[in-house]
């Protein structure tokens, strides 16, 4: 009671301190999570939108107009030439005029555009006054629809900013509609989201992307629920301030050409047709470059970024409360782990294993569905975890230890108290009642072979023999309960549980078969008598646990369904066959395995018949034999006795196949097929 007690206070505690960390985006861990996640961005191919293409005022740009801030009537002669395009995105602004020529002249480039959006920058501190006019001009930007959804039924939630640098009234009155291009840094300086929108003077104001968006697609933006926007039929999942997480691609893959060439008409306008332009600025000193998860790259890619993820549906949806739930699972691994698997070896490889398999599968679901889940919080939370448990165990495990040895070890043998002592929980002391799986085995004409060998030889023998088939009890799972003379006894799912200890039990008598031919064939070189077992295997519900004297005691099973094992065993030598099992345990154990059916038998001591199997070597020659064995069998129990007989002389002629003498002899004699009463043990 106490130790439990003390694992749900450390459960409880550290799952909440995770909690709070993950919640809070508490420094340095919410950086280190951050950077964490950043691979998701190395690991896909996906390709950006083809009908997006970056216009960047660059270096050679540069070298043939001079510095920037250019005559604006250079800039217009490259806009002139995007005439083309559906949409085109100015991610820069003219807020200071020059002359009122030069000025017209830019704004009569933008006014010839089908679609035009001037960027503005929203910031918390600026020397720029703004007219009146020029705030009702970018008014007719707002999102009116969506601030009024959000008004009635509140949130998604926006950033906000009380001041704005913008273009002149010319430029403004000359685009179709205005997008701030402000973006929003995470703690660690990085750009991961982009905002949809932002409010300023009272008003909800698109980002560039979005406004890009709203006019080459002809529809608006709208609230769906409280983390989700619209376009069209198509989704964006936000955050609680508003932004969503962008989708970086390669950035060999991001479509750019030089202002130079499509102002010079390298480019022709005919490449532009139908795509969405961003016009921005890459030279050194005035271009703005963006610190993302995959370098430095022109901010204006982040526009290019957002918006392609929207077109090619490669946006990052983020489950709600889906980190939360797995760092739930990664505290509570250790602690199930703990209950379950008693090596710290084990456990630690199992802890790891889980988060390395939960690991792959969430970075596949980014890669193939674009799911954003955040694995570092969980990663913490089972590094707690697994040190405080293990912490706690090999505490509790020393106290156990020493208590153990001076309680029982006047009437335990000293391998069971160091069992017990390992995996205190695993030994019931008393019985209980359990569903097992109870195999025996013996060696046929064992009389015969002890006495044509002196004692020696005789126990060399036996030890040789013992060994393999006891390796397989082992190997399997199973407890080896006794040796029995030549005899052995085993057991599956107790002490430790085995989920399908039929299987087990199966797969450990088929290879006793198997590393019997094997000693036999060495006995063979040695002109030493092969050896033959039986293999009798029973399911049943026994009672398993501590039995014996209040000074010693044994670890073992008693019950009708170990008679019923033993009983099974003797009848493997009525078939000439080697393995058989009972109808319980064929109704427990899976497709691997091929048996067939023998006939039904009351055993010695029994009233009620058990039908009984032959459990058969996995291979082609028992599917073979087994297809023409049941046809056989089905016949005979019609009681068509001829044809039953030429089936099984031919399994006996092509196989020499055992079971089928068996019920040969029956049909020459004239014996149907029915219960077979056993009168010996």
Same mark, same amino acid.
């Given at each position: 009671?106490?130790?439990?007690?003390?694992?749900?206070?450390?459960?409880?505690?550290?799952?909440?301190?995770?909690?709070?960390?993950?919640?809070?985006?508490?420094?340095?861990?919410?950086?280190?999570?951050?950077?964490?996640?950043?691979?998701?961005?190395?690991?896909?191919?996906?390709?950006?939108?083809?009908?997006?293409?970056?216009?960047?005022?660059?270096?050679?740009?540069?070298?043939?107009?001079?510095?920037?801030?250019?005559?604006?009537?250079?800039?217009?002669?490259?806009?002139?030439?995007?005439?083309?395009?559906?949409?085109?995105?100015?991610?820069?602004?003219?807020?200071?005029?020059?002359?009122?020529?030069?000025?017209?002249?830019?704004?009569?480039?933008?006014?010839?555009?089908?679609?035009?959006?001037?960027?503005?920058?929203?910031?918390?501190?600026?020397?720029?006054?703004?007219?009146?006019?020029?705030?009702?001009?970018?008014?007719?930007?707002?999102?009116?629809?969506?601030?009024?959804?959000?008004?009635?039924?509140?949130?998604?939630?926006?950033?906000?900013?009380?001041?704005?640098?913008?273009?002149?009234?010319?430029?403004?009155?000359?685009?179709?509609?205005?997008?701030?291009?402000?973006?929003?840094?995470?703690?660690?300086?990085?750009?991961?989201?982009?905002?949809?929108?932002?409010?300023?003077?009272?008003?909800?104001?698109?980002?560039?992307?979005?406004?890009?968006?709203?006019?080459?697609?002809?529809?608006?933006?709208?609230?769906?629920?409280?983390?989700?926007?619209?376009?069209?039929?198509?989704?964006?999942?936000?955050?609680?301030?508003?932004?969503?997480?962008?989708?970086?691609?390669?950035?060999?893959?991001?479509?750019?050409?030089?202002?130079?060439?499509?102002?010079?008409?390298?480019?022709?306008?005919?490449?532009?047709?139908?795509?969405?332009?961003?016009?921005?600025?890459?030279?050194?000193?005035?271009?703005?470059?963006?610190?993302?998860?995959?370098?430095?790259?022109?901010?204006?890619?982040?526009?290019?970024?957002?918006?392609?993820? /929207?077109?090619?549906?490669? !946006?990052? =949806?983020?489950?709600?409360?889906? &980190? +939360?739930?797995? %760092?739930?699972?990664?505290? @509570? #691994?250790? /602690?199930?782990?703990?209950? !379950?698997? =008693?090596?710290?070896?084990?456990? &630690? +490889?199992?802890? %790891?294993?889980?988060?390395? @398999? #939960?690991?792959?599968?969430?970075?596949? !679901?980014?890669?193939?569905?674009?799911?954003?889940?955040?694995?570092?919080?969980?990663?913490?939370? @089972? #590094?707690?975890?697994?040190?405080?448990?293990?912490?706690?165990?090999?505490?509790?495990?020393?106290?156990?230890?020493?208590?153990?040895?001076?309680?029982?070890?006047?009437?335990?043998?000293?391998?069971?108290?160091?069992?017990?002592?390992?995996?205190?929980?695993?030994?019931?002391?008393?019985?209980?009642?359990?569903?097992?799986?109870?195999?025996?085995?013996?060696?046929?004409?064992?009389?015969?072979?002890?006495?044509?060998?002196?004692?020696?030889?005789?126990?060399?023998?036996?030890?040789?023999?013992?060994?393999?088939?006891?390796?397989?009890?082992?190997?399997?799972?199973?407890?080896?309960?006794?040796?029995?003379?030549?005899?052995?006894?085993?057991?599956?799912?107790?002490?430790?549980?085995?989920?399908?200890?039929?299987?087990?039990?199966?797969?450990?008598?088929?290879?006793?078969?198997?590393?019997?031919?094997?000693?036999?064939?060495?006995?063979?070189?040695?002109?030493?008598?092969?050896?033959?077992?039986?293999?009798?295997?029973?399911?049943?519900?026994?009672?398993?646990?501590?039995?014996?004297?209040?000074?010693?005691?044994?670890?073992?099973?008693?019950?009708?369904?170990?008679?019923?094992?033993?009983?099974?065993?003797?009848?493997?030598?009525?078939?000439?066959?080697?393995?058989?099992?009972?109808?319980?345990?064929?109704?427990?154990?899976?497709?691997?395995?091929?048996?067939?059916?023998?006939?039904?038998?009351?055993?010695?001591?029994?009233?009620?018949?058990?039908?009984?199997?032959?459990?058969?070597?996995?291979?082609?020659?028992?599917?073979?034999?087994?297809?023409?064995?049941?046809?056989?069998?089905?016949?005979?129990?019609?009681?068509?006795?001829?044809?039953?007989?030429?089936?099984?002389?031919?399994?006996?002629?092509?196989?020499?196949?055992?079971?089928?003498?068996?019920?040969?002899?029956?049909?020459?004699?004239?014996?149907?097929?029915?219960?077979?009463?056993?009168?010996?043990?």
């Amino acid at each position: 009671m106490k130790e439990k007690v003390i694992y749900l206070f450390v459960f409880t505690s550290i799952m909440i301190a995770t909690f709070l960390l993950h919640l809070y985006k508490v420094e340095p861990f919410e950086s280190f999570s951050l950077r964490f996640n950043d691979i998701n961005f190395a690991l896909q191919e996906k390709k950006p939108d083809s009908n997006i293409v970056f216009v960047a005022v660059d270096e050679p740009s540069v070298n043939e107009y001079g510095r920037w801030p250019w005559d604006r009537e250079k800039l217009a002669k490259g806009i002139d030439a995007l005439y083309l395009s559906d949409v085109v995105l100015m991610d820069m602004i003219f807020s200071e005029p020059t002359t009122a020529t030069k000025d017209a002249i830019l704004g009569e480039s933008l006014s010839s555009l089908d679609a035009s959006v001037c960027g503005f920058f929203l910031r918390h501190n600026s020397t720029q006054l703004i007219s009146d006019d020029e705030l009702e001009v970018l008014s007719d930007s707002s999102l009116d629809l969506l601030q009024s959804q959000i008004a009635e039924h509140s949130k998604p939630s926006f950033a906000s900013a009380e001041f704005a640098e913008m273009n002149i009234l010319t430029i403004l009155e000359s685009c179709t509609m205005s997008g701030s291009f402000s973006t929003i840094r995470d703690s660690d300086d990085k750009l991961r989201t982009y905002p949809v929108s932002i409010y300023f003077q009272n008003l909800l104001y698109p980002s560039l992307g979005v406004q890009g968006l709203r006019l080459k697609l002809n529809e608006d933006i709208q609230r769906v629920d409280d983390h989700r926007v619209k376009i069209g039929d198509r989704e964006i999942s936000l955050d609680k301030n508003g932004l969503t997480r962008l989708n970086f691609y390669q950035k060999e893959q991001y479509k750019i050409v030089s202002f130079i060439d499509v102002a010079k008409g390298k480019i022709k306008p005919e490449y532009f047709k139908n795509k969405i332009v961003i016009l921005g600025i890459t030279d050194v000193g005035v271009g703005d470059i963006a610190n993302t998860p995959i370098g430095s790259i022109p901010g204006p890619l982040l526009h290019y970024t957002f918006m392609s993820n /929207f077109l090619q549906d490669h !946006l990052i =949806k983020e489950p709600k409360n889906a &980190t +939360l739930y797995l %760092i739930t699972l990664m505290v @509570l #691994l250790p /602690f199930i782990l703990i209950f !379950l698997v =008693k090596k710290i070896l084990y456990r &630690t +490889l199992l802890n %790891i294993g889980v988060y390395i @398999l #939960l690991y792959t599968y969430v970075k596949y !679901l980014f890669i193939s569905q674009m799911i954003y889940i955040d694995l570092f919080y969980p990663l913490v939370s @089972l #590094l707690l975890s697994l040190s405080a448990v293990e912490a706690i165990a090999f505490n509790m495990q020393e106290k156990s230890s020493k208590f153990m040895r001076g309680a029982f070890s006047s009437y335990l043998s000293s391998d069971l108290l160091d069992q017990l002592i390992k995996n205190p929980d695993s030994l019931s002391l008393g019985g209980e009642n359990k569903e097992l799986s109870i195999l025996f085995s013996d060696i046929r004409g064992f009389t015969t072979i002890s006495e044509s060998m002196d004692p020696v030889s005789l126990i060399n023998l036996l030890n040789r023999y013992f060994t393999p088939m006891t390796n397989s009890v082992l190997e399997n799972g199973g407890m080896l309960d006794k040796y029995i003379g030549d005899a052995v006894m085993a057991f599956f799912n107790a002490p430790v549980d085995i989920k399908e200890h039929a299987d087990a039990s199966c797969r450990c008598a088929l290879e006793m078969i198997d590393r019997l031919d094997t000693l036999n064939k060495e006995l063979e070189a040695e002109n030493i008598s092969a050896i033959k077992i039986g293999i009798g295997i029973n399911t049943a519900d026994v009672v398993v646990g501590n039995m014996g004297s209040d000074s010693r005691f044994n670890y073992t099973v008693i019950g009708d369904g170990v008679n019923l094992a033993s009983r099974v065993e003797g009848l493997t030598k009525n078939y000439g066959i080697d393995i058989l099992i009972t109808e319980f345990t064929v109704a427990k154990i899976s497709k691997e395995f091929i048996y067939r059916e023998i006939e039904p038998v009351k055993v010695k001591g029994k009233d009620k018949a058990v039908l009984l199997y032959q459990l058969m070597k996995t291979d082609d020659e028992s599917k073979k034999i087994k297809e023409l064995y049941d046809k056989a069998l089905s016949i005979y129990k019609d009681d068509d006795l001829k044809t039953a007989e030429k089936l099984f002389s031919t399994l006996v002629e092509n196989y020499d196949d055992n079971p089928s003498k068996f019920f040969l002899k029956n049909i020459i004699n004239g014996q149907s097929w029915g219960v077979h009463k056993m009168t010996k043990k």
